[in-house]
């Protein structure tokens, strides 16, 4: 048998496995794979970012309720009954809009 002859039976032999059911099996199995692996990673990316806005929030939170505590107890000193007029602790409440991410992780069944 020639190089051409070999190199042209070697062909037909790849193209023949290419369009068999295994191969066609195969590759959909390693694309659920991936499509699953890639579902997961966003799900975990998006939990993270979750988590990042919410410890953000709570640590301006504590911020602004020191500030408001020192401000009172100024106030307080000179007899004066003032509270911050624009005390917000949490401004938005991203806990309320994302607490379904980590549901889970605070399940007692699961």
């Known amino acids: ?12 032999i790849v193209i023949g ?17 991936f499509a699953i692996y890639v579902y997961r990673k966003q799900k975990r990316d998006e939990k993270m ?8 929030e709570v640590r301006n939170a504590e911020k ?14 000179n007899d004066l009954q003032i509270v911050p007029e624009r005390l917000y602790a949490m401004p938005t409440n991203s806990w309320r809009r994302l607490n379904y991410l980590f549901v889970k992780d605070f399940s007692s069944d699961g």
């Open 64 to 77: 602004q309720l020191k500030e408001a505590r020192v401000r009172i107890n100024e106030a307080a000193k």
């Open 49 to 56: 970012r979750a988590a990042r806005i919410i410890l953000l």
């Open 17 to 33: 496995f290419s369009n068999s059911s295994f191969f066609v099996a195969a590759v959909t199995l390693v694309v659920g794979f």
């Open 1 to 12: 048998m020639s190089g051409s002859q070999h190199g042209a039976s070697l062909w037909h």
